[in-house]
């Protein structure tokens, strides 16, 4: 009888691992593979790139915006507005996915931005606050793999639910070649298609996967943003320091 | 006196304005960054008589910035007010330039900001500047440090900044100390001026 079981299970066993194989993808499954696209978006020690911002309407009347960037690890990130005049000096601080200050030069003032707006526009741009300023997506999402093609793996994402961001879904193509996702949907509570993000031309710059252009379509209200690297540049050695309030009322 | 309140200031600022801000584009020259815009509004009031008042207001507000070095940051703003109204009430008015001509040209700030003055952790700023405390807008209890510029009641809310020696050590990037001297006697607020209809 017992010899009966061991058969059984030696038998049954292949059958269970086998089932298994179509949830794990080579890479890993979906966390592993999410890990290994934030890991590849934030693996320079820090980046310095200037952008160019476009904002276009769904008539096609379009505003240009000029920004320089800096990132410094995985969390912290400023941004400060050099173009046109009414933006201009306008300063945004990342110092985790938890802790973002907007500095506004006609008040002279920085504000923390509540929990609440950070899931509004950033600066009439189709980024919000959240999609601008977090870099980790690992924090608030779990991962599925829902597909898996010759080149790209399908991602589902799902908050967990201490995550602040207000999607109930996105769906993230990951490139299997560079682990640089180039696209990303995100779904509303209701599960209907609220935008969408493509990144395009990504090269190698400095030994670093960056994708030179992002593109946010609004798919509600048909407006669109391109986000263009015009000159980035990697491990320039940026410093603690740089990413605090007292820098962040410096850009004006 | 609830109706006397709405007929003064709400219904002029709901109806009663039209505002246009044109931004010229920040450029630089000599290593001085410029930018700056003017703001031009059609202000009309209506009261309970149906009495119509123009009152068009612009403003020019002009900015200049120079970093001549990494850790000195020089500012100036300048502000050109035109009230665009003839106040003179009889020909003997017209013998005055500022009644035909009602525009005020102010410095507006001007200060020099000096990082890491003296310590590593020590900021300093002189000269004439807006510092603002709290982060709330409007109506502000803490933000007291510079008189409420009451000219253009519309924009209420509004600092007159003032001369001072400003110096704020950092602690940490929650803390600092900030210790300031006022050169001036009294900055009082200021008012609007007679010819203002509301």
Not at chain 1, 40 to 58: G, Q
Not at chain 1, 61 to 87: C, H, T, Y
Not at chain 1, 122 to 137: E, L, V
Not at chain 2, 113 to 132: H, N, P
Request: with cysteine; proline share 5%; glycine share 6%.
């Amino acid at each position: 009888m017992r010899r009966l079981l061991e058969i059984g299970i030696a038998l049954l066993l292949p059958i269970v691992l086998w089932a298994e194989i179509p949830r794990q993808s080579s890479a890993g499954g979906g966390d592993e593979i999410l890990k290994k696209a934030e890991d590849a978006m934030n693996a320079p020690k820090d980046r310095t790139a200037s952008v160019k911002l476009t904002l276009i309407d769904k008539d096609g009347n379009s505003k240009v915006r000029q920004i320089k960037m800096w990132q410094l690890g995985k969390e912290k990130r400023l941004i400060r507005f050099l173009s046109p005049a009414d933006v201009k000096g306008v300063g945004f601080l990342v110092l985790s996915d938890n802790e973002m200050y907007l500095y506004m030069p006609a008040f002279k003032k920085i504000r923390r931005i509540a929990s609440h707006v950070k899931n509004e526009s950033f600066m009439g741009t189709d980024f919000s606050y959240n999609d601008i300023g977090k870099c980790q997506y690992t924090n608030d999402f779990t991962a599925e793999t829902k597909e898996e093609t010759e080149k790209e793996y399908v991602l589902e994402l799902t908050p967990t639910p201490k995550s602040d961001v207000d999607y109930a879904k996105l769906i993230m193509w990951v490139d299997k070649a560079n682990y640089i996702p180039s696209k990303i949907q995100f779904y509303n509570k209701k599960g209907t298609l609220l935008k969408v993000m493509e990144n395009e031309d990504t090269e190698k710059i400095d030994g670093y996967w960056t994708p030179r252009k992002m593109i946010m379509k609004n798919l509600k209200t048909g407006h669109k943003t391109i986000m263009e690297l015009a000159t980035v540049v990697h491990d320039t050695g940026l410093k603690e320091d740089m990413f605090s309030k007292r820098m962040l009322k410096r850009a004006e | 006196m609830v109706r006397i309140l709405v007929s003064l200031y709400i219904i002029p600022i709901l109806l009663g304005m039209s505002r246009s801000t044109i931004y010229c584009a920040p450029t630089s020259m000599g290593g001085v960054d410029i930018s700056g815009n003017l703001k031009l509004d059609k202000r009309f009031l209506v009261t309970d008589s149906v009495r119509i008042a123009d009152y068009p207001y612009h403003e020019l507000d002009l900015k200049l910035k120079s970093n001549p070095s990494e850790n000195l940051s020089l500012y100036t703003s300048l502000k050109l007010r035109l009230w665009d109204q003839n106040l003179a009430s009889s020909s003997a008015d017209l013998t005055e330039i500022s009644s035909n001509n009602p525009y005020e040209l102010s410095l507006w700030e001007a200060y020099a900001e000096l990082y890491s003055f003296v310590f590593d952790k020590l900021d300093f700023r002189i000269g004439k500047q807006r510092i603002a405390w709290g982060t709330a807008d409007k109506i502000n209890p803490t933000d007291n440090l510079n008189p409420d510029d009451f000219s253009d009641p519309l924009n209420f809310g509004e600092k007159v900044p003032t001369e001072a020696a400003n110096a704020t050590y950092y602690l940490s990037d929650e803390y600092s100390l900030q210790r300031l001297y006022g050169f001036r006697h009294s900055s009082p607020s200021c008012c609007p001026g007679a010819n203002f209809p509301y």
